[in-house]
């Protein structure tokens, strides 16, 4: 069974920075792609952020593109969004999804081409 736990979400001014972690348990995420979506207030989930299962390829939503960067530490078995420059337009509840196969490519996990597991949310609020 499958677990994702995020964390690193909280309050921040226009402008700040935070980091969010997606710590993944039963199983290895060595050979898994994962990416990070969001959903904010009366809108549907959006795609953010995803990294191929070999950790590199990253895909990035337009909006967030030169502000945000993912990265995945498979010795922690862990996966990560650093946010720069955050606006508050970026303010949602972020999720991270781990597909369900094995050697997805971000190009996949940013379509959610296939099954994904999700984690239970981390809020992130930007004030203005």
């Known amino acids: 069974q499958v677990h994702l736990v995020e964390s690193g979400g909280g309050l921040v001014q226009a402008g700040g920075s935070l980091r969010l972690s997606c710590a993944a348990s039963?199983?290895?995420?060595?050979?898994?792609?994962m990416g990070w979506f969001r959903q904010a207030p009366g809108k549907e989930r959006e795609f953010v952020a995803a990294?191929?299962?070999?950790?590199?390829?990253?895909q990035y939503a337009d909006s967030v593109k030169g502000r945000f960067a993912i990265s995945k530490d498979n010795a922690k078995n862990t996966v990560y969004l650093q946010m720069n420059s955050l606006k508050p337009e970026d303010t949602a509840i972020y999720y991270c999804?781990?597909?369900?196969?094995?050697?997805?490519?971000?190009?996949?996990?940013?379509?959610?081409?296939?099954?994904?597991?999700w984690g239970q949310g981390t809020q992130v609020t930007v004030s203005s």
């Open positions: 990294i191929s299962w070999h950790g590199g390829s990253p």
């Open positions: 999804a781990l597909p369900q196969i094995p050697f997805s490519t971000a190009i996949r996990i940013a379509t959610v081409a296939d099954s994904v597991s």
């Open positions: 039963g199983r290895t995420i060595d050979t898994y792609g």
